[in-house]
């Protein structure tokens, strides 16, 4: 049986807040490696390595596996399932994000009588007429004429 998903979700984001795990699952993203090989491109000791690939073990993040030829060697490996279901996270706090924004800048224009269409955060032209055009606080800004 699974863990619930936000336990999973919970043991991925602590796992991913240390600085060295993170730059361990970003070599681990380009091939597997032995430990020795992330340790030293990390700058760390060996024990201190191990005990952070234990934790990206734990988390589901990484797999570890030993050749059949030197069963003393450790292997390590990214798995997929723990970053697909923290982006499919992060995609729906981002949305919920955009679509307050969105509600609250047509509660302001409401308020101030300014059309909805000035402050609609989903507009794809008003993306285009500048680097920040797409910042909803920005274009609610100049629809109150600040």
Not at 7 to 18: K, S
Not at 63 to 77: L, W
């Amino acid at each position: 049986m699974s863990e619930p998903a936000p336990a999973r979700l919970d043991g991925t984001l602590a796992a991913l807040a240390d600085p060295v795990r993170r730059r361990a699952v970003e070599l681990l993203a380009e091939r597997p490696r032995r430990a020795g090989e992330l340790a030293k491109e990390l700058g760390t000791a060996p024990s201190t390595m191990s005990k952070h690939l234990r934790v990206l073990r734990q988390s589901g993040l990484v797999t570890e596996t030993s050749p059949e030829f030197d069963t003393r060697v450790r292997i390590y490996a990214l798995t997929s399932a723990p970053m697909v279901e923290l982006r499919r996270w992060l995609t729906g706090a981002e949305q919920a994000w955009a679509e307050q924004l969105s509600s609250f800048a047509a509660h302001l224009g409401r308020d101030a009588g300014i059309a909805p269409q000035a402050l609609d955060t989903n507009d794809e032209s008003a993306a285009t007429d500048g680097p920040d055009a797409g910042d909803p606080a920005e274009r609610l800004d100049e629809g109150l004429g600040a």
